[in-house]
């Protein structure tokens, strides 16, 4: 079954981290996508630019309005994201808990829809 893992992290305190911190960090994610790929169950992975260049679409009577950088204030922002590929829930949660952003954020775990099995 696939999974998604949400990165969520203040990325306010990223953008306040010094250039060593940072490159520590992207260390750790460098060797977490390296072992998730040498382990077969990861199919997509990605960073996301921050929250300011994010565009929310809503459409209103039938009109479609656009809302630029963040719509919600949140404590925590959607960062990046890991499809993989597991056996069952419990696989996923153990690759999730090695993530690096597990550390100073939080990921979650949600299962994708397979549409091929709906009958």
């Not at 940072?22 to 260390?27: L, W």
């Not at 069952?88 to 979650?108: M, Q, T, V, Y």
Request: aromatic share 8%.
């Amino acid at each position: 079954m696939q999974y998604l893992l949400l990165i969520y992290s203040d990325e306010k305190a990223g953008a306040d981290m010094s250039k060593d911190a940072m490159d520590a960090v992207m260390a750790d994610y460098n060797a977490y996508t390296d072992d998730l790929g040498r382990s077969g169950l990861m199919r997509a992975g990605e960073a996301l630019h921050p929250t300011s260049a994010a565009t929310t679409v809503r459409v209103q009577n039938g009109k479609t309005v656009t809302t630029h950088g963040p719509f919600a204030e949140t404590k925590e922002q959607l960062g990046g994201f890991y499809m993989i590929d597991c056996k069952n829930l419990d696989e996923a949660i153990a690759w999730a808990a090695k993530c690096p952003g597990a550390r100073a954020g939080s990921i979650e775990v949600r299962p994708v829809m397979d549409f091929s099995q709906a009958q």
